[in-house]
């Protein structure tokens, strides 16, 4: 079984002539991806790399050579047909108060993506990876741009590189950013446990994670999102409190797992339904939900569970929060805050305990998890 991983490294040992030279190449980058866009837009038949032709390559004026163009071309044509599969974007706030106001949905259509110059994702038709020389590790080697360019761009390993560094595990294109390079690495690993135990786990905001087994995890979660929130968006030290945020959701996941040896699934909520119910809440608290990226925290589980071999699974939160794990009675009025309590036969816990406790509980009774739904299981889900 294989499972892909990607590391970054800066390109800040380069010299400031070469980080001249690399930002012309992105800025043209953006402007050929983007022309590209345009076209494929409008021509919806094109749905593989196959389709797009060489006099498709040849519309675009740019000073690139064919293979920075059909670079180009791909980019612009994952980006087209990412924007038409996504049915349940993100929406901006402004569209959400907008539809508030509407009093229905229309802000439901694709929307034609825009590339910003941020990165490029090239193949090995134009760059390669040299081994090192002198004091650096390796070499990125950029060609066949156009005008007759040519990078070699030194770089360094850290400890993560060097985990899974491989030239045989590397896969052929790299993902290039002003300030970094990213590559992949395919890495073997041993088949999915089959013994072992079965956690649900409830994201929140007061407790990073809530597990089944009644831990609770990342208490600093609420004050490191706030810090966020006072910060100018895109300002500097906005994005060193987002990258804070960040290195706290990894090292919280990777000490859990670290500690809990035994796990064979982990289950938590579906990233797609994490918005029912949001419009009906407060300005502020749809703030806070802008500046918490659960996404990164289900994608930071889910690389964990790979790499331990454990199973990753996901279910609805529809009522979690509001379900009994002792009598089934659901209630909005259940929960109050960070308690719960049953207004049918008097349950009282910890409120995202009891979320956990009711995660693992569609999962165990849900057709996925059926196979897994024995009295005992459900019976030490609550104790």
């Not at 049915?87 to 229309?106: D, F, H, M, Q, T």
């Not at 090239?122 to 360019?149: C, M």
């Not at 889910?302 to 002792?326: A, G, H, I, L």
Request: net charge positive; charged share 30%.
């Amino acid at each position: 079984m294989k499972i892909t991983r990607a590391s970054k490294t800066t390109i800040n040992f380069a010299t400031k002539k070469k980080r001249e030279i690399l930002n012309e190449i992105m800025d043209e980058y953006a402007i050929v991806v983007n022309f590209f866009i345009d076209y494929l837009w409008e021509h919806p038949e094109i749905e593989s790399k196959n389709q797009i032709i060489a006099d498709i390559y040849n519309l675009s004026n740019s000073w690139f050579t064919a293979r920075m163009k059909q670079c180009a071309a791909r980019e612009a044509l994952s980006m087209v047909l990412g924007a038409k599969n996504n049915k349940n974007r993100r929406k901006s706030p402004s569209e959400i108060e907008v539809e508030e106001l509407l009093g229905e949905e229309i802000f439901n259509e694709p929307i034609k993506p825009k590339h910003y110059g941020k990165r490029m994702v090239l193949s090995s038709q134009v760059v390669r990876i040299e081994t090192g020389r002198n004091s650096f590790d390796l070499w990125l080697v950029l060609y066949s741009i156009g005008n007759g360019i040519k990078l070699y761009i030194p770089l360094k390993k850290h400890r993560q590189m060097n985990q899974w560094f491989s030239m045989d595990r590397m896969s052929n294109s790299v993902t290039l950013y002003r300030e970094c390079v990213q590559f992949s690495f395919e890495i073997d690993i041993k088949e999915k446990k089959t013994e072992g135990i079965l956690v649900g786990m409830d994201a929140g905001i007061n407790h990073l994670i809530a597990t089944s087994d009644k831990e609770f995890l990342g208490n600093e979660i609420k004050p490191l999102i706030a810090k966020i929130k006072k910060k100018l968006q895109g300002s500097k030290a906005y994005k060193r409190a987002k990258k804070t945020l960040s290195y706290y959701l990894h090292k919280i996941i990777k000490d859990y797992f670290k500690n809990n040896g035994n796990l064979r699934i982990v289950v938590v909520e579906k990233l797609k339904d994490l918005k029912i119910g949001k419009r009906n809440r407060s300005k502020e608290f749809r703030k806070t939900l802008s500046n918490w990226n659960y996404m990164e925290l289900l994608d930071i589980i889910q690389m964990r569970c790979e790499e331990n071999r454990v199973s990753f699974r996901s279910v609805s939160p529809y009522k979690t929060s509001q379900r009994c794990p002792s009598c089934s009675h659901t209630e909005r009025e259940n929960r109050k805050g960070e308690e719960f309590k049953c207004l049918k036969c008097g349950f009282l816990e910890q409120a995202d305990y009891v979320g956990s406790l009711n995660i693992l509980w569609r999962f165990l009774t849900g057709r996925y998890g059926a196979g897994f739904k024995t009295d005992q299981i459900l019976l030490n889900t609550i104790g």
